[in-house]
């Protein structure tokens, strides 16, 4: 049966691939995010289906709400928590500390509260997935606010699972490592920048401490996605997708 999701962050990259694999599967995707060209070109790679777009940045409360109105009279079977910014942060009048907790951290947790009436309306079993990082689990220099965020969201994840349990929300989240994304691409750079090398040699680097010796693809994010969002049984879960990178017991 055709089911409706809400992806945020979905004009690019992992949003963008999620959105596809559903829709693929046969359901209904409503994409945001705050650039509406991005996520029209998203929207025009979808299987038919009865799919929206509605620009909003998940760090405006009030747009937020304004969009949960629009989307009243619809039933939503999963929240895809996927919107993110990436970087570094560096103490000083420029620091991009709160900006990045404020859309990684507060934005996700904006955007499943807003959205958490529509999704305590279907019948059976729903969900709220997101999208955390293997830098939740781990440390790199200068990403403080990056790591934080990416940590913060498994702990909200935790309570959201145990709070909502009793209304059959599953919440649990992801946390993939190297992705080929823009987002990585620029984060290649940045760090390659930063110590004098070339963004290849900096990858090569990179990909020694994944044994797969690969970046997943955003498709691969996206199929577990899809079988997590499948199952009824699994529920305040952190999920590592990630080469092999590190390895939880
Ligand atoms: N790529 C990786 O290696 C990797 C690894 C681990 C985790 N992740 C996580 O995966 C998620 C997706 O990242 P990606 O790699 O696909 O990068 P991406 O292509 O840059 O996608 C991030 C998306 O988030 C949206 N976004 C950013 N700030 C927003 C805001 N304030 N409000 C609404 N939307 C916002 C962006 O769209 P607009 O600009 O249109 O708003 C963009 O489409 C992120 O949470 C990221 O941290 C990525």
Known sequence: ?????????????????????????????????????KLKQTLNTLSPGDHAVFTVDITDKLRLSAVAYQLRDKVIDGLIAN????GENYWGDDDRWHTIIETNLTGTYNFVNTFLPLLQKAANEKHVL?????????????????????????GLMRSW??????????????????????????GLQGIADGIGITKDEFYDIAMQSVPLKRMSQPEEIAGLVAYLLSQSAITGQ????????????
């Not at 694999?21 to 995707?29: A, D, E, F, M, V």
């Not at 919107?83 to 990436?86: D, L, Q, R, S, V």
Request: net charge positive; hydrophobic share 45%.
């Open 238 to 249: 952190t999920i590592d997708i990630n080469g092999g990178a590190i390895m939880n017991s």
């Open 83 to 86: 919107a993110g910014i990436g």
């Open 161 to 186: 699972a145990v709070q909502y349990a009793p209304q059959k929300i599953l919440v649990n989240a992801i946390c993939p490592g190297w992705v080929d994304t823009e987002m990585s691409q620029q």
């Open 1 to 37: 049966m055709a089911k409706t999701y809400l992806i945020s962050g979905a004009g690019s990259g992992i949003g963008r691939a999620i959105a596809q694999q559903l829709s693929k599967n046969g359901h209904n995707c409503i994409l945001l995010g705050r650039n509406a060209a």
């Open 130 to 154: 997101i999208i955390s990082s293997v830098l939740a689990r781990l440390g790199v220099a200068n990403y403080s606010a990056y790591c934080a965020s990416k940590a913060g969201l498994l």
